[in-house]
């Protein structure tokens, strides 16, 4: 559908369409999240503990699975482990379960809101899933349970649980008593998208401990942030008498940990420029880094990231960078004013280095990839093409995939780019904190602000331009034919396929977004002058999500005054002069005493009447 698309050229990518599988294990991997794996390819450079770190902490871990594995001690089938943001959960539990080995493990779901690897529905398949690729006996009950009824793979987290991961190993356990346990690890539950389905998956493991105790061969153990609704529910009576709590807290007196992890990422950036001095960085710059971590491996991580980044020509440079930054403190007390100061200091810095010329186009891609746009626009849909994958954004941005990588280039400290063989496809974010940094005005500032009113200004003016490209497109071509300045002679069947998907994401990126950009922008007069010109009739999808007065009231007043005649009109009533001049519309007699509004100019505008209950319906042309 956006065929006229100049720049946007997909090269490589391997696809398999498995729309129709032929087992119940299929089913259930098209249910799961692969990504979300221990081993998955997807988080193949994610984050361990630093060999020598948190090594009290790891230990305990493993001691509490080992024991309870080896029934040394089985008082608590499950652990939680919560800490701030930035300390290095989802580092530990990665390094926890390497060390524990493939052996102890049955399965893992590490949740990643920024990452697209938060929806809780695909939480049971993917443990099932695991499990059954670990006991083969349960692949082949999970297999013929799912040919039996598919319809398990859409049912609630309970009876999913219930029938997908109890039921199977209740079975094997009658067989085979001395069936060992094995360890499920859920990281990230605060990162889970749903509030209570948190709740839901904690309970129901829970209620399984509670009735099927041994006989259940799995313990479980989770990682998040300390939120209240977490706190309250592993506190609560139904979780607390099954669960060993820990915590992982900003620990400033860690100073041994934290030198060590400096001084060794140090070493690796000189073993990359054998040129630098063998005594950098001086003991007391690392003793300035050590201070300002304030136990937040996520700032010694980036800091160091920015300082050995391959592409810049001098590292001692960035560390005099890096030492150079003051964060903000209280004038009177002279402490921080958030604990995050320190490492808001480098997300600024890596903000900074990006050239005016690109920033926009940088922030658009960030905003759009952040969790609060992804579910607003978020089809429903088997295909492997997502409405923030890399090549939906390019098409709507109008950028060809290098201009897209260099405009995250600068950021590869806290993003990179997941590719599909030689395609990039995905971003990925390595901290939490950083798009909490950008949506946080506080913190980041106007300037880096991605929900700054004047972004949803650039995305709706974009998306108008693209929703223009495709209505021309559509008188001028057939709806599905490629336009001329993509050559498709190199791309298989499959491949055309994907650009099919590519263009139709687009589009409902477009005509689903418009609405809100417009709600959200602060619509200056560039922005009202292209809305004046638009056409709506094609696109009566973007005014149906005007669907109230309230709504549309909305709209209007962040009209400027001087656009918004030209925009949208109350008429108020259809004298015969108004019946003369839309004769194409059907106006029944009845809807001429009550207010109609015009939106659009000429032929370009739509009609349309206000309800008794306040909802707004369009009047249908004639034809």
């Known amino acids: 559908m956006f065929d006229s698309s100049r720049e946007f050229v997909v090269n490589g990518g391997t696809f398999i369409d498995n729309s129709h599988p032929e087992s119940g294990l299929e089913r259930l ?23 020598g770190t948190r090594a009290q ?27 701030p943001a930035g300390v290095g959960k989802s580092a530990l539990a990665q390094t926890c379960a390497e060390t524990l ?55 609630t987290i309970q009876v999913q649980f219930r029938e997908l991961v109890v039921a199977p190993l209740l079975e094997l356990k009658m067989q085979d008593e001395g069936m060992r346990d094995r360890l499920v690890i859920i990281d990230g539950l605060d990162e889970c998208s749903s509030d209570d389905a948190r709740n839901v998956i904690v309970e129901t ?34 979780v607390s008498p099954f669960c060993l709590p820990t915590t992982l807290p900003i620990s400033g007196t860690a100073w041994e940990e934290m030198e060590l992890y400096l001084r060794g990422r140090f070493d690796d950036i000189k073993k990359q420029r054998p040129h630098l001095p063998s005594l950098w960085p001086s003991g007391g710059d690392i003793s300035i880094l050590v201070n300002r971590s304030n136990g937040f491996f996520a700032y010694a991580s980036t800091a160091t990231k920015f300082i050995g980044d391959p592409e ?75 409405v923030d994958a890399v090549p939906v954004l390019a098409n709507f941005l109008g950028l060809t995939f290098q201009s897209f990588s260099t405009a995250l280039y600068r950021l590869h400290s806290v993003l990179r780019l997941g590719f599909r063989d ?24 106007s300037e880096f602000w991605i929900k700054h009113p004047r972004q949803y200004n650039f995305l709706a003016k974009r998306s108008m331009e693209r929703l223009v490209e495709a209505f021309e497109m559509q008188r001028s071509s057939p709806w599905h034919s490629f336009p001329s300045s993509i050559k498709l002679s190199a791309y298989t069947e499959s491949i055309q396929h994907v650009h ?67 925009i949208i009109r109350r008429q108020k009533h259809a004298e015969p002069v108004f019946i003369s001049q839309f004769k194409d519309y059907v106006l029944p007699k009845r809807w001429r005493s009550k207010p109609i509004y015009i939106i659009g100019q000429g032929e370009a505008s739509v009609l349309l009447k206000l309800e008794k209950d306040g909802r707004l319906t369009r009047v249908i042309p004639k034809g």
């Not at 209620?207 to 506190?235: C, K, Y």
């Not at 690109?358 to 997502?386: D, M």
């Not at 940094?437 to 913190?443: I, M």
Request: hydrophobic share 40%; glycine share 4%.
């Open 500 to 566: 099919l998907e590519v263009r139709h994401l687009t589009f409902k990126y477009c005509q689903s977004g418009l609405p809100k950009w417009l709600i959200w922008a602060s619509m200056d007069d560039s922005l009202a002058a292209q809305l004046a010109c638009f056409d709506f009739r094609e696109w009566w999808g973007v005014i149906g999500e005007f669907e109230t007065m309230s709504r549309l009231q909305i709209l209007i007043a962040k009209i400027p005054s001087n656009y918004r005649e030209q």
């Open 422 to 445: 030689e395609t990039p496809w995905r971003v990925i974010f390595e901290h939490a904190s950083f798009m909490e940094f950008l949506v946080d005005p506080g913190r980041c500032g």
């Open 29 to 51: 991997y098209q249910a799961s999240m692969p990504e979300a794996a221990l081993d998955s390819s997807a988080r193949e450079y994610a984050a361990k503990c630093y060999p």
């Open 101 to 155: 080995g493939d052996d102890a493990m049955g399965a893992a779901f590490f949740f990643s809101c920024y990452n697209r690897r938060d929806d809780p529905s695909r939480l049971v398949p993917t443990i099932a899933y695991q499990i059954a690729m670990k006991i083969k006996p349960v692949a082949t009950i999970l297999d013929e349970k799912i040919r039996e009824d598919p319809s398990l793979l859409s049912k």
């Open 312 to 386: 810049a020509l001098d590292p001692e440079e960035r560390l005099r960078i890096v030492l150079s930054l003051s964060p903000r403190t209280n004038p009177s007390t002279g402490d921080r004013i958030n604990p995050m100061a320190e490492l808001d200091m480098v997300y600024l810095l890596l903000m900074h280095q990006i050239p005016k010329s690109i920033l926009p186009i940088t922030l658009a891609i960030l905003l759009s990839l952040h969790p609060s746009t992804r579910r607003i626009l978020y089809p429903v849909s088997p295909s492997p093409v997502v």
């Open 57 to 83: 902490r790891i230990q305990e871990f493993v001691s509490w699975a080992s024991a309870f594995i080896s029934h040394q001690d089985r008082r608590f089938r499950m652990t939680w482990m919560s800490g």
């Open 205 to 238: 493991i829970a209620t399984a401990i509670r009735q099927h105790g041994d006989n259940l061969p799995l313990l479980w153990a989770f990682f998040s942030r300390p939120e209240p609704q977490i706190v309250r529910m592993f506190s609560s009576t139904h």
